[in-house]
């Protein structure tokens, strides 16, 4: 707290410091002390910055007599404003304090207040990202700069930029010098720090839950075409299994692997079928009579019995290798999970092929202490994601129905409108020497700007009047008393309607008179409406039973003018019969509905 936080020019206050310590003591502890968002179990530290970094509160219980402490230190007899600010010496107390949290159970808040550039010199962003990669998602930062027009924020800006890099939700902001302003900067970080502290408990049974260690990697990091030492290299024999998840049984079964059964050896596709189980294959004749000969063949009528049962199945999409490489820093997170780099590797084991992945998984220990913890875990993402995808198919042939029905009307208006895709994973398993078996749900990774169109509660990014858009939207127009309620994300909702489920019946044009309550206004349908649409489109189809939502992704063009929405980890909110109102399905839709 250098001597310049001693100007009197905050309005509200009696000077700069004193306007810090009031909206702290008001902001972020009565607020939230009132609300009961906090307790006595959330921790508050306090440092100020002089020539050296003096740390004025450790660990300090949220409480009403923290609450006083912090009016108590707007009197310059307790702590007074004086000398240079270093910001080095700040940030390097402010680390150790957060490092101190080795339980990976607390939401953590980084609140940095400044009225001028630093004192000092030093690579403060590289502090600051040491920091965030360290905590990512559960980390809120704010850097607040505090002083007139003509000052100079562009180091606190930079650090707030860095730590958005490492994942943490980081802010910049320059309010204006009066309290009222700075209670907004200082109430926008508690309540992402609510929303942190939401995101770690389980919300069935309210338990914290524990995130897992791991270092995040900065975005934009180019991994380049080949391995290093920041990668998990498995060869071979150690990529077990390939899982594809099938709609029509619900569940993950084992890809037919191509691998030779007696020497391993990628078969591609010229290996010898065992005639009789059909689930085995062999690269040569003499590997065939090799496996036959030993004292451990295979076993040939159990496998036939998982191929005639539909548990081994022949997939179309290649798989380039069966040698595999992780990243070891994630390089991005979730709610609910860790995203890491993924990328097959050619006979070398150094080299990449095939198409850029993402291998994702649980980040709560809670969820990945077994193999059987990991595999239910991934099988409940999975099965969301699938029946998000038979929607996509069943609303994207409903814009061709549209495009057939008022082709004559609008040649090109519905047949133009983008489509709907969600990506189609698959679960690998790989066997770790040091840490057993491990499950990844892995997909192609998605090239251009990453966005989120809508989210679990309801909001959606694009601004658009949905209700103006389409006219009739007969899906909330006399809909039931009933409200949609949040399920997680792994819920394991399917659609409950007179219509197949099944994926393979989901070409059928629908009734067209059935879409009139769907036919947009031509000339007021955007682009970006479509995710929104989507979503309605879920709601009525399901027969107001589930909505999807948390719809992100990428929006891309081909060349030859088709757009499409590439979408991955959807959620769906499912109706819960006790409650009893539709407010989150008014703020998506917009006016009425």
């Known amino acids: 707290m250098s001597g310049s936080m001693r100007c009197d020019d905050v309005n509200g206050s009696r000077c700069r410091s004193d306007g810090v310590w009031l909206v702290l003591a008001k902001e972020y502890v009565k607020v939230p002390l009132e609300n009961k968002t906090r307790s006595h179990t959330d921790l508050v530290s306090i440092i100020a910055m002089h020539e050296t970094a003096e740390i004025v509160i450790m660990s300090e219980p949220m409480s009403w007599v923290l609450y006083n402490k912090l009016l108590d230190k707007r009197e310059f007899s307790t702590i007074k404003p004086k000398g240079p600010g270093n910001y080095m010496p700040a940030l390097a107390a402010a680390k ?28 403060f962003t ?22 007139g027009d003509g000052e100079d924020f562009s ?13 943490c939700v980081s802010s910049f902001g320059k309010p204006s010098l009066d309290t009222d302003s700075l209670s907004i900067l200082v109430s926008d970080l508690t309540s992402s720090l609510t929303t942190s502290m939401t995101e770690i408990k389980d919300t069935s049974s309210g338990k914290r839950r524990t995130i897992r260690s791991a270092t995040r990697e900065k975005r934009g990091t180019d991994e380049g075409g080949f391995v290093t030492g920041d990668w998990w290299v498995y060869s071979n024999k150690n990529v077990l299994v390939f899982h594809d998840w099938i709609f029509k049984k619900k569940d993950f079964v084992e890809v037919l692997d191509r691998r030779c059964r007696t020497c391993w050896v990628d078969t591609k596709t010229n290996g010898i079928m065992c005639l009789f189980c059909k689930g085995v294959l062999f690269c040569s004749k003499s590997c065939m009579d090799m496996e036959n000969d030993c004292d451990e063949p295979h076993d ?8 005639k049962c539909g548990d081994i199945v022949a997939k179309s999409y290649d798989i380039p290798s069966y040698s595999v490489a992780t990243k070891k820093n994630i390089f991005g997170e979730g709610a609910e999970r860790f995203v890491r780099k993924f990328n097959f590797l050619a006979d070398d084991l150094h080299t990449f092929i095939g198409p850029k992945m993402v291998a994702k998984e649980s980040k709560y220990v809670e969820e990945s202490e077994t193999f059987v913890h990991r595999f239910e875990y991934q099988k409940k993402f999975i099965m969301t994601q ?3 995808s038979m929607m996509a198919k ?58 989120k169109f809508n989210n679990n509660k309801g909001e959606h990014s694009s601004g658009a009047n949905i209700s103006s858009a389409f006219r009739n939207l007969k899906g909330l127009d006399g809909a039931p008393d009933n409200d949609l309620g949040v399920i997680l994300e792994g819920s394991e909702s399917e659609e409950e309607s007179s219509d197949s489920d099944d994926e393979d019946d989901i070409g059928d044009h629908d009734d067209i008179e059935g879409h009139r309550t769907f036919l947009p206004q031509p000339m007021h349908l955007n682009d970006k409406d479509i995710p929104q649409a989507f979503s309605h489109f879920t709601y009525v189809k399901s027969r107001r039973r589930y909505i999807v939502v948390d719809l992100q992704g990428v929006f891309s063009k081909n060349p030859d003018g088709r757009k499409l929405y590439k979408l991955t980890d959807p959620a769906i909110q499912e109706i819960e019969e006790e409650v009893v109102s539709l407010s989150l399905v008014v703020r998506i839709m917009g006016e009425k509905g």
């Open 386 to 388: 699938a029946t998000a």
């Open 394 to 451: 069943k609303f994207n042939r409903s814009i061709v129905s549209l495009n057939i029905k008022f082709s004559e009307v609008h040649p090109t208006r519905f047949k133009n409108l983008p489509r709907i895709q969600f990506l189609d994973p698959m679960l690998i398993q790989v066997d770790d020497n040091n840490s057993g078996i491990s499950c990844y749900l892995v997909e192609p990774m998605l090239e251009g700007t990453y966005e």
């Open 155 to 167: 180091v606190l800006r930079e650090m707030a930029s860095e730590a958005e890099l490492y994942g």
């Open 126 to 147: 590289q502090c600051i990202g040491t920091v965030a990669s360290q905590f990512g998602r559960r980390l809120s930062i704010s850097c607040i700069g505090m002083a």
């Open 300 to 307: 040939c009528f159990g496998i036939r019995q998982q191929v």
């Open 96 to 123: 150790e304090l957060l490092m101190m949290n080795e339980s990976g159970t607390c939401a953590l808040s980084l609140l940095f207040f400044s009225d001028g550039k630093p004192s000092d010199s030093g690579n």
